[in-house]
């Protein structure tokens, strides 16, 4: 955040250069990726139209349409070719029709010429041959030719029999009956009569018969025409090859077929009818064409495969688009929870090169040091050359260096107590690149330090003092009672004397016990004047307001607490006037008292644990203060009592700890009394009262 | 050094009460020595027991009282005492150390006769304490003439005579020839007088007529 919040001001030229030098050279990868991402901004301002919905509907468009364009491009051309095939085919079998047709009527002239030519040459029956093997030979299909002569009464057919036609001429020769009918057929129509039938060994034959009538005679010539030789003869091999030709009859069965090994695949088939004559033959072709392919061809095959590569580019692109925005998202959300990391981490966190200078700093340690980071980047540290030296020895054993503590400068002028630890950064190559530095101000810390050392300084001295009172006073009272005793006795001894009558004064036993006794009075005076002393030297009792001693004692009483969250509450009457008291030996004396109470809590649950300072004028007494300490811990036994009241002042700790009686001997030397009961909610509560500065 | 004189006091009884075995010995001889008998206690629990159950014979007295004694502190006794009822003619005198004069000063206030200051304990203790003696049976008397002059005014004028004449150091006898009655009348009357005035001798008449 630091960096993009700075780049709004940053200066041009010189500054701008080194930015992006750094930038360039790498010299830290942090900053390289913030860099990065403020100048990919420009870019990503251009490109932000295709984010949202968008992003997503055009790449699958452009795909969806490419497949589209290219399945309807494929679709069409197979229904062009497909009505190729079938135009083909139809005109090719109406062609092939027209060839049957023409061989059909060629035949029939050529017989009728024949029958008129036998008529006209006198019936010359080598004539007859002669022309009808002429015929045969140019229609290879025609089996036999005959000429039908009508007698009247001796059915004696005159039968003449082709040369080359020999297999067909036998079978037909046995036909008699037929060609009979077939001439019947002629007869009666007074023309042409055709006849189909099928033979069962040789497939289906025509009979064509023609007559002219040219005289009284009766005279028909009848030709056999295989249909099997007839298609032979009549389609060319290029076209049967491909197409399965049969000729039907208009029931469907199958009179002869072109080639017997061709077989149509029936996708292109064609029926056509074949009038000649009376007769109608339907010929049908069925192309050995499959449907035509959807990719017909390599050409083809080559634009479809484009449009697939096209397609999968686009798609890869997307892809690829998508995975970097995602990326960049993840990137820019990383940097913004590092940012937000390193705003709100209150530790100072620095960079610099190996040369001191600093390359990068974060929003704490701007902070730290009340500087802008445009104000710190590419300064050089201050007291670098220890710090650096002394990183550098550890840097290479690559262990984080322990704490370094140093004296930094605020902007203001302030010093800042600051602990270091440094860690070298490496690039690729290992090489040492610079440091990095995690700065703590550890200046409160160091005040709050002396603060405690001070106060432990102050007390140290008080609990000598008070030790030494409460020694002396030991003393005092113990070396007051046989001091007493002497004195007595002495003064006994002299009276007795003086009672044996004359001059008992001057007598040398008496003088002796006046000075025995003075010197024993000697002594007590000096025990009085050490008294004197350290009393002279103890507390000065003034006016101290106890409110605001205990407000700023209250943070020295949460660095005894064993936890920071510990429960204190203050419960003060701020109508409470000052009181009179020793400033340190009441602080001592609460001090005290709260260590006691956190120590008596110290197994409780924490959430349990609560310390209560309150203050408060009693009701009968306006004049004087009551402070007391609660805790909520298992409370004292009456021993406590026993302790407080006792008479006899001991040194030695008790089960008390030396607490209670510093706090005793504290508040006796401030014509105070320590005073224990049990708090309400079970605890230990311990008060004391003091004199308010009113009375008189 | 002057000679002090003889201070034998007649009524007062002097109790010492202090833990310390040596003081009450030393200051025993020192009492001694003046001619003051003092008795010592080392409870002050004990004395104050011995106190409330009347074992003690009623009369003035001083009580030099210890002020610091475990278990009880003569400020402690002092005050229970005080509970107890402390007649006029009982005084208390604290021994204490330099300090707790801050203290006795305050006892003082409360209604103690006086303090002395350990370890200074020579004749001006004794002076004190028989100060204090003398102050007890001053009370003592005048309270006892109170007394008297309620009971007094009961007795007859015969009473009244043979008082006088006993006081004078008279024999029944000798009162009897006097007043012209018989030696009998006059027994009968003094034995009279002695029970309207709870004595026992004709020393004890002395002082009450003495107003």
Avoid at chain 1, 358 to 365: D, E, H, R
Avoid at chain 1, 401 to 429: C, H, N, Y
Avoid at chain 1, 645 to 650: D, E, G, L, P
Avoid at chain 1, 657 to 663: P, Q, Y
Wanted: glycine share 6%; charged share 25%; with cysteine.
């Amino acid at each position: 955040m630091a960096r993009i919040a700075g780049k709004k001001n940053r200066p041009t030229g010189r500054c701008q250069r080194e930015r992006w030098h750094r930038l360039l050279f790498g010299v830290n990868e942090g900053q390289c990726i913030s860099e990065i991402l403020a100048k990919s901004e420009c870019f990503l301002r251009l490109r932000s139209f295709t984010s949202g919905p968008l992003r997503l509907v055009i790449p699958l468009g452009v795909i969806c349409f490419i497949v589209a364009v290219t399945g309807a491009l494929l679709l069409v051309s197979q229904n062009l070719e497909h009505a190729r095939q079938e135009r083909q085919l139809v005109s090719d079998t109406l062609w092939a029709e027209q060839a049957v047709i023409f061989e059909l009527q060629r035949v029939v002239e050529a017989l009728q010429s024949l029958e008129r030519d036998y008529a006209l040459s006198s019936q010359s029956e080598k004539y007859f041959h002669v022309r009808a093997a002429a015929i045969m030979q140019r229609s290879p299909e025609i089996g036999r030719i005959l000429l039908w002569q009508d007698h009247g009464d001796n059915d004696k057919p005159y039968v003449m029999m082709s040369e080359g036609g020999g297999g067909a001429g036998d079978v037909h020769a046995t036909n008699d009956n037929e060609m009979r009918t077939a001439a019947r057929k002629a007869e009666t129509l007074r023309g042409l009569g055709v006849s189909v039938f099928q033979d069962a060994n040789h497939g289906a034959y025509m009979l064509l018969a023609v007559t002219t009538f040219a005289d009284s005679t009766r005279q028909v010539v009848v030709a056999s025409v295989s249909l099997d030789k007839l298609l032979a003869s009549t389609i060319p091999w290029w076209f049967a090859h491909q197409t399965q030709l049969t000729l039907e009859d208009f029931e469907g069965n199958v009179l002869a077929t072109r080639d017997p090994h061709v077989f149509g695949k029936s996708v292109y088939t064609h029926r056509l009818a074949a009038p000649f004559a009376d007769q109608t033959l339907y010929l049908d072709a069925n192309s050995t064409l499959g449907p035509p392919s959807l990719i017909p061809n390599v050409l083809t095959l080559a634009v479809v495969g484009m449009s697939i590569l096209l397609a999968w580019t686009v798609y890869a692109l997307w892809r690829d688009l998508a995975w970097r925005t995602m990326a960049e998202k993840r990137l820019r959300s990383q940097q913004a929870f590092r940012e937000a990391m390193e705003a709100s981490t209150i530790t100072g966190m620095r960079a610099t090169d190996t040369a001191g200078v600093i390359t990068y700093v974060n929003q704490a340690y701007c902070s730290m040091l009340g500087r802008s980071p445009d104000e710190l980047i590419g300064t050089r540290i201050e007291g670098s050359r220890g710090e650096l030296t002394g990183c550098d020895a550890k840097a290479e054993a690559g262990a984080v260096q322990k704490a370094l503590e140093i004296r930094l400068t605020r902007s203001d002028g302030a010093p800042i107590d600051v602990a270091i630890f440094e860690a070298p950064m490496r690039d690729v190559t290992g090489a040492i690149s610079g440091y990095m530095a995690s700065v703590l101000d550890v200046t409160e810390q160091k005040r709050n330090a002396s603060l405690l050392s001070a106060q432990n300084e102050r007390v140290n001295r008080l609990s000598r003092l008070i030790t030494m009172g409460e020694m002396t006073s030991a003393l005092a009272h113990e070396m007051n009672q046989p001091l007493t005793a002497i004195n007595s006795y002495l003064s006994a001894g002299k009276n007795l004397l003086e009672a044996t009558g004359h001059d008992a004064e001057h007598s040398e036993a008496y003088q002796m016990l006046e000075k025995a006794r003075y010197q024993a009075e000697r002594a007590g005076l000096v025990i009085r004047r050490i008294r004197q002393f350290v009393h002279k030297s103890g507390p000065v009792p003034g006016p101290v307001d106890m409110t605001q001693l205990i407000t700023e004692l209250l943070p020295l009483v949460r660095l005894q607490a064993p936890r920071p969250d510990s429960d204190i509450v203050l419960d003060l009457d701020a109508a409470c006037p000052s009181v009179i008291g020793d400033r340190v030996l009441l602080e001592q004396v609460l001090l005290n008292l709260t260590r006691n109470a956190f120590e008596a809590m110290a197994t409780w649950p924490s959430a349990d644990q609560r310390v209560i300072i309150a203050m408060r004028s009693p009701e009968d007494d306006q004049q004087s203060v009551v402070i007391e300490v609660q805790d909520s811990g298992p409370g004292l036994g009456e021993e406590a009592n026993t302790i407080l009241s006792s008479s006899f002042t001991s040194t030695k700790a008790d089960g008390m700890g030396l607490g209670l009686s510093v706090c005793r001997t504290a508040l006796e030397l401030l014509d105070s009394r320590l005073v224990y009961a049990k708090s309400p909610a079970g605890g230990a509560s311990f008060q004391f009262r003091l004199r308010s500065t009113s009375v008189q | 050094m002057t000679t002090h004189e003889k201070s034998q006091s007649k009524g007062a009884r002097l109790y010492l009460v202090d833990d310390d075995e040596f003081i009450r010995d030393s200051l025993g001889a020192l009492f001694r020595s003046r001619n003051v008998s003092s008795e010592g206690f080392a409870d002050p629990r004990q004395f104050l027991a011995l106190w409330r159950t009347g074992g003690m014979k009623d009369g003035p007295a001083v009580f030099l009282l210890d002020v610091r004694m475990p278990g009880m502190s003569g400020f402690e006794l002092f005050e229970h005492l005080k509970k107890l009822g402390l007649p006029a003619h009982n005084l208390v005198i604290f021994l204490t150390a330099h300090g707790e004069i801050s203290m006795a000063v305050e006892a003082i206030k409360a209604g103690a006769y006086d303090f002395l200051e350990k370890p200074f304990s020579d004749n001006r203790l004794v002076d004190k304490v028989i100060a204090g003696m003398r102050h007890a049976e001053t009370v003592f008397a005048s309270e006892e003439r109170d007394r008297l002059q309620a009971n007094g005014e009961a007795l007859t004028v015969r009473e009244l005579e043979i008082a006088e004449r006993i006081v004078a150091g008279k024999t029944n006898k000798v009162i009897a020839e006097e007043l012209f009655i018989s030696v009998r009348t006059v027994e009968v009357h003094r034995a009279k007088l002695f029970y309207k005035l709870n004595i026992k001798s004709a020393v004890e008449l002395v002082p009450l007529l003495k107003k």
